[in-house]
């Protein structure tokens, strides 16, 4: 098999096939291989639950792929709710003519970074398109994640609350628009996107109170400080030069006139707590590979309420303006 053909979606012969020789070979699981309309799972705790869909383009770049990305996002959405992953389905939309080793690279790279939480396809579902009704290939992954940490949400953090990220910012966002426009850059500029779960249970393994935590896709920091300043009705005041910024990335942004705080990330957290936790916090977060760059960048203050305030190593400050419009599409 050298393409994926329309009869590979049809519901027959070479749609089994397709399912038992590549998606069992890597997904390989008792739910998933009893292949029934709908998985049963056994789950006896409070879930979070999450769905995503993944269009991005370049489907292959720099630090991962499609595949890549569809598990890391969505472990992400429920590692930031405090949950651990436990279960996915994935669909796939596949345009008629990918070539198969393109497609099993893909779910390649999704077995082998569903090893690094645990997390389990057990259902799914896969379509075949005509040429030219989609570009390559779009996947959709929903997740189940069991609650082990209560409470985290926009809406809670108080004055004097530490603002952490666990490395530099906007490298995904830079690297997928350098690979579309062909920019090369010096350097190694490479996509972020990492699945955060291990760097969470360090966290609640340690104790840490977790006030609100997200991980900042499509509008970067600026969403998330934006978001937790509106929802929780709070100034937030960001030390500009505490902010962990890669050259290549200052550099590309510098180049075509974009803000950094609004370039995505697929593998960094954004997280506030108490202010007496919040070096305790640093410590756990740097002890693990996904945030040995973290960073305090911040504090909640009573004043400013609802924006984002950026303050220059010079004491000047600025607002930081939440992101408008569509900065760079289909990075995810």
């Known amino acids: 098999m ?9 519901g027959g012969e070479e749609t089994q096939k397709l399912i038992k ?47 890549k990305l569809a598990i890391a996002g969505t472990v992400n959405d429920l590692a930031v709710m405090g949950a651990r992953p436990r279960y996915l389905s994935c669909s796939f939309i596949i345009e008629e003519g990918l070539p198969f080793n393109e497609l099993e690279e893909i779910v390649r790279s999704m077995a082998e970074e569903m090893k690094k939480s645990g997390v389990q396809i057990v259902t799914g579902d896969t379509k075949v398109v005509p040429k030219g009704s989609a570009d390559k290939i779009f996947i959709n992954t929903t997740g189940i994640g069991e609650i082990v940490y209560e409470g985290i949400s926009a809406h809670n953090i108080k004055e004097g609350d530490l603002i952490l990220v666990s490395g530099s910012i ?105 202010e007496e936790e919040g070096e305790k916090a640093l410590e ?16 909640a203050v009573s004043d400013n309420t609802g924006r984002v305030i950026l303050k220059s190593p010079y004491g000047s400050k600025r607002i930081m303006e939440p992101p408008a419009g569509e900065l760079l599409p289909r990075i995810c």
């Open 284 to 299: 756990v977060m740097k002890n693990n590979s996904l945030g040995k760059d973290a960073q305090i960048i911040g504090k």
């Open 21 to 67: 020789d590549l998606f069992f070979k890597y997904f390989s699981n008792p739910i998933l291989e009893s292949m029934e309309d709908a998985a049963v799972l056994d789950i006896n705790s409070r879930l979070a639950f999450t769905t995503d869909s993944f269009t991005v383009s370049p489907i292959f770049f720099k630090g991962g792929n499609i595949g």
């Open 170 to 274: 906007g490298d995904h966002g830079a690297c997928i628009m350098a690979q579309r426009e062909g920019i090369e850059m010096e350097g190694e500029l490479s996509s972020d996107c990492a699945s955060l779960w291990s760097l969470v249970e360090d966290l609640i393994n340690a104790g840490i109170t977790i006030k609100a935590m997200r991980d900042p896709t499509r509008g970067g920091l600026s969403a998330v400080l934006n978001e937790w300043a509106d929802q929780s009705e709070i100034g937030i005041e960001i030390e500009e030069d505490k902010v962990p910024v890669k050259e290549e990335v200052q550099g590309l942004c510098e180049l075509l006139g974009l803000e950094t705080y609004s370039l995505a990330n697929e593998g960094k957290l954004i997280l506030a707590v108490p």
């Open 2 to 10: 050298n393409q994926i053909l329309l009869s590979h979606g049809g």
